[in-house]
């Protein structure tokens, strides 16, 4: 997620939210990194922040709880790891951080980082849980590059008051959707657009026209008419190379 200097602190702040902790973090569309202009990134970290801390957990099968559990063992472990790594290294554990077997045997706090740096796990490993890491930028080159220097690129995010200023961010990005001023719902919903990713996140599109065509298979049938591609009986194999290289550049000089 990249917000940009002049976006709505407090719908951004909002939008990461749901962006960073539906279904606990475990959406394949689910964000990890989000990148803040410094003008406005101690306001945003603040809301975020409170946000993040007043989610309430819960197992239940209702609508109190706004998160709920991981779904395995293996994958509490990686996310318990990530954020150790990250803690003993110095990052900055801005609410969340641990377990929470009281709630039951896979609960995990929503957790915010700062400080994370490129020898962390939560860095560039895929954490696929409720983790995120802030960092802050000064120029949107500098936030793109950044955000494009990973091996993956599925959905990211741009939040800006100017959509044309988000658009065109958003056509900068690396990755199979972009959604401005959303975190995922805005292409992951529009089952009229493909959906995919590009780099390490896959080949091939769901949804939309280029969704169809996965489930097809092409074949090309073709009918020979008229002028044949090899030379005619007699004719050297050099001469009918250099008359059919004559011809071709005469049939691209005629009017279309």
């Given at each position: 997620m990249i917000v940009l200097p002049d976006a709505d602190v407090a719908k951004a702040a909002t939008g990461a939210v749901t962006a960073c902790f539906s279904s606990a973090g475990?959406?394949?569309?689910?964000?990890?990194?989000?990148?803040?202009?410094?003008?406005?990134?101690?306001e945003f970290t603040r809301a975020f922040v409170a946000r993040t801390a007043a989610l309430k957990l819960g197992g239940a099968l209702d609508y109190h709880a706004q998160m709920g559990s991981l779904t395995s063992e293996d994958q509490l472990a990686t996310v318990s790891a990530h954020v150790e790594?990250?803690?003993?290294?110095?990052?900055s554990v801005l609410t969340g951080g641990r377990a929470r077997p009281d709630?039951?045997?896979?609960?995990?706090?929503?957790?915010?980082?700062?400080?994370?740096?490129?020898?962390?796990?939560?860095?560039?490993?895929e954490t696929f849980g409720p983790v995120v890491s802030i960092y802050g930028y000064t120029d949107v080159t500098e936030a793109i590059d950044r955000a494009n220097d990973t091996p993956f690129g599925l959905n990211a995010s741009v939040w800006s008051r100017n959509g044309r200023a988000g658009w065109e961010v958003a056509a900068r990005l690396k990755a199979g959707t972009v959604n401005?001023?959303?975190?995922?719902?805005?292409?992951?919903?529009?089952?009229?657009?493909?959906m995919g990713g590009m780099k390490d996140s896959?080949?091939?599109?769901?949804n939309g026209a280029e969704g169809l065509l996965k489930y097809t298979e092409s074949q090309s049938i073709a009918l020979q008419r008229g002028l044949?591609?090899?030379?005619?009986?007699?004719?050297?194999?050099?001469?009918w190379s250099?008359?059919?290289?004559?011809?071709?550049k005469a049939l691209r000089r005629l009017p279309r």
């Open positions: 475990q959406l394949c569309v689910s964000v990890e990194r989000i990148y803040v202009h410094e003008s406005i990134r101690d790594d990250a803690r003993a290294k110095g990052a709630l039951g045997p896979l609960f995990y706090e929503p957790t915010v980082l700062s400080g994370v740096t490129p020898d962390m796990l939560p860095f560039a490993e401005v001023n959303e975190g995922y719902a805005a292409t992951f919903g529009s089952v009229g657009v493909p896959g080949v091939g599109r769901r044949a591609l090899r030379p005619p009986k007699g004719v050297p194999g050099s001469v250099r008359g059919m290289t004559f011809g071709i």
